[in-house]
């Protein structure tokens, strides 16, 4: 294991000695020789809400300077922070990309992401239903609109194409 992932630990964060490969939980993974650490490195966890209006139109949010695939669209999303519930996260996140409070419901969707090889997540969208607030985009979104399934504009990402074909069954190309 001499290739590292990028953000991988180097050194042990305990004692500071340089890590080493060890072999847990039948994986190899990098550990410390002298304290006996050894480094999980577990993915993020990202809320995404697929909100719908009366005309069966889907929100979108346009990524701004400094987020990931700035310019492409996705679906209201972010990072649940430690401690958060993932419910609570997702309508957090709503609320500061697009200025509307949500109703969030089930989950319908859970993916694996891998476009940004710094930060693995895990997503998990959710059904939702605006409730209040009026819509403005904030946060790292510079625009918010609703699309047609079948006429949408560039993605930022393939697990967003992959929802729209898997929930909505539309083909879309993500940037």
Known sequence: MSDFWPGEYRYCPMCSAVLE?????????????????????????????????????????????????????????????????????????VLEETGLVVEVGEPVFV????????????GVWFEGRVVGGRLAPGDDAVAADWFPPDSLPTLAFDTDAELFRVRFGVEVTPG
Request: charged fraction near 30%; include cysteine.
């Open 21 to 93: 490969p060890v072999r847990r939980a039948g994986r190899e993974r990098m550990g410390c020789p002298d304290c006996g650490f050894v480094h999980f490195r577990d993915p993020g966890i990202g809320a995404a809400v697929i909100l719908e209006d009366e005309a069966g139109r889907v929100l979108l949010v346009r990524r701004g300077q400094g987020a990931t695939r700035a310019g492409m669209w996705c679906i209201p999303c972010g990072y649940v922070d430690y401690g958060e519930e993932v419910r609570e996260a997702a309508a957090r996140e």
């Open 111 to 122: 993916r694996s992401n891998f476009h940004d090889p710094e930060k693995l997540t895990v």
